[in-house]
T-cell receptor, first 117, second 114 residues
Framework: GAVVSQHPSWVICKSGTSVKIECRSLDFQATTMFWYRQFPKQSLMLMATSNEGSKATYEQGVEKDKFLINHASLTLSTLTVTSAHPEDSSFYIC?????????????FGPGTRLTVL | AQTVTQSQPEMSVQEAETVTLSCTYDTSESDYYLFWYKQPPSRQMILVIRQEAYKQQNATENRFSVNFQKAAKSFSLKISDSQLGDAAMYFCAYLSYNNNDMRFGAGTRLTVKP
């Protein structure tokens, strides 16, 4: 099956610093990648959608200058949380879709737990 | 915008028994996809089953089956012969045919009692 990895799996940072999270499709080309945020005991909330080589499309209420998304290749997307603050602490999940799987199917990474002190 | 509603925050089932998780959705589209995802404590999202709206036949994957009622906009998941490993959060999700936006329900936490 299609595999998506995320790195790091867990990161702790100081308030005001920036953190980069990588999302990689390991065995298929991901034409589209998605970034979700999940608070404890809540559902996944879509933050943004990115297509390879183009700018990401952000959901309403998501600050594009704070959550920088880059999808430079068909196997890699990055999410950078700039000037992180404690309220940015959350579980971030990426997913990818492409030619793998059925139409519309998204393959999810294992997630990254971000803790901002 | 499409919305997905899971009205059961928590459900419990005895091992080897059958349980049904409910999901309803709101849409004006005729073509779309519906999914059930499982999220165990590891938090890795795992696809359980998918259904294309144009297909009348209910999808089945081993012990997992759905009851898809398009007119009622209902998409329930039935888990037969429940196993301890089925304990997890279950999310119902809607995907428009025309774009990639996947919308998730609030989730149902399933507990399996030995």
């Amino acid at each position: 099956g299609a595999v998506v990895s995320q790195h790091p799996s867990w990161v702790i940072c100081k308030s005001g610093t920036s953190v980069k999270i990588e999302c990689r499709s390991l065995d298929f080309q991901a034409t589209t990648m998605f970034w979700y945020r999940q608070f404890p005991k809540q559902s996944l909330m879509l933050m943004a959608t990115s297509n390879e080589g183009s700018k990401a499309t952000y959901e309403q209420g998501v600050e594009k200058d704070k959550f920088l998304i880059n999808h430079a290749s068909l196997t890699l997307s990055t999410l950078t949380v700039t000037s992180a603050h404690p309220e940015d602490s959350s579980f971030y999940i990426c997913s990818a879709s492409g030619l793998a799987g059925g139409k519309g199917e998204q393959f999810f990474g294992p997630g990254t737990r971000l803790t901002v002190l | 915008a499409q919305t997905v509603t899971q009205s059961q925050p928590e459900m419990s089932v005895q091992e080897a028994e059958t349980v049904t998780l409910s999901c309803t959705y709101d849409t004006s589209e005729s073509d779309y996809y519906l999914f059930w995802y499982k999220q165990p404590p590891s938090r890795q999202m795992i696809l359980v089953i998918r259904q294309e709206a144009y297909k009348q036949q209910n999808a089945t994957e081993n012990r997992f089956s759905v009851n898809f009622q398009k007119a009622a906009k209902s998409f329930s998941l039935k888990i037969s012969d429940s196993q301890l490993g089925d304990a997890a959060m279950y999310f119902c999700a809607y995907l428009s045919y025309n774009n990639n936006d996947m919308r998730f329900g609030a989730g149902t936490r399933l507990t399996v009692k030995p």
